[in-house]
């Protein structure tokens, strides 16, 4: 069975954590991830002063000793996974080409495709705040059958032909821009990049198993042994391309319906879902974010929680909780039966807040007037939101020492999850798990209600 791990929110919930919590718990033989690229990136803090962010090897793989997936609808970056491999190696000793395998049919991203994030960014009349790692035009160039795909890697005839095509393409459509004037101020060199992008193709090419996925999960799944996956979403539902802020969102299926896709299963392989939410929001880039906290309480979320992005550095705005917003991330869901949330960052409040009330987000207002508990996208047409006060749900004492009144607190704010949710289906989701810090094993499980 697949099970899979995704973010409820606009990504960022701190999945990469989680993910190792639930591979130690539950020792998962195999860890995967099946969509986006290396806009995403998955702190993980092993103590010691040992921490990475992973962008594009599944989170686990970092352990050592698990077969590491990469699923159909990723898009690799050849350089930036060779250096994340060298990383990974150099810092935690763990060579992750042993185990890993990388699907035929991901997309390769190249300098080119960067470009093009320039190139729109510089052009959009409204801009998306991409994180400028070439997404877009690698999915985009995908659906036109203009991009060089992980197969054409293992060959190098094939390659030469692929990658010939996709720059013709692609210098055909910089042709109508000014690039020296748009890429001014950047530090992005085409030619440089292009020959770090060579190195690195040579080095998948020599070191990277690159397989039929769908065929490899097919026969993981037949022995006892590699039966187990726990599957690792990258970003969040509402930055899904369907289902997500359209046109705010990133280029792929970050709900559970792409892990389909993403790995070749079928239904009766899909097992448990798990979702992460943080107890408040983040958002970075474009497009509406309609919790959006007051000014000096995000400055001081964006202080407690580290909310910079792990690919880009850009500082995250933060927002209220938005009952709306994770009611939607479970409706969406709701046919693949009751959602496991694990609530991330339980352990941030600012100490500044602590003797204030928070407020929480339980309904939206719409253009037409309307009051809605439910999510209506796009999110430009809601024109407020109904807040309520609710307590702080960190007290001045350490939850991640998991002193039981520290817990008790945060059920707090977990019985006023259920309470507003309760008109919900019965067993549409369950609170498991709650994340109290970085760390792996920062966490403890919520007893069954
Ligand atoms: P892209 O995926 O780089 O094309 O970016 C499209 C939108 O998705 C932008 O608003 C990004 O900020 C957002 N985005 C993409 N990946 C992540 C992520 O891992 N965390 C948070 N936001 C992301």
Redesign the pocket.
Known sequence: MVDVLLGLQ???EGKGARTLDLIMRDDYPVTVRYN?GP???HSLDFGNGKTIAVHVTPSAATLGGIISLMGNDMVVDPYGFYTEARDILRILGVDITNNSFLSREAGIISPYQRLF?FIEESIAFEK??????G??ATYGGYRERKIVRACDVVDKDNFRIANQHMIQRMQTYAKNFDIPKILEGKNFDLEAEMVKYYHAIEWMHQNIKIVDMNKKVQDLLRHRKTSKFLAEG???VL?DINHGDYP????SNTCAFGVFNGLGIGHKQFGKLYGVTKPYNT?????EFICEMSTDRELLFQRDGNEK????G?P?MCGYPDMVVLRHAITIHRGFGPMHIIVSKADIYPSELLDKPMLAVVAHKHRDGSISKELRLPLKDIVGVVTKEIAPWQAKYDLRKHNENDCKLFDNFLNFVYEELSDLPKNSFVIDIVGTGPQIGQYYEQPKR
């Open positions: 606009w990504g960022d986006g806009n995403a990136g994030d998306i705040g991409t994180t400028g790692k997404i877009a990258a970003q969040g930055l705010y969102v990133t280029s958002k970075v880039g474009g497009g992005g792990a690919s880009t850009r995250r």
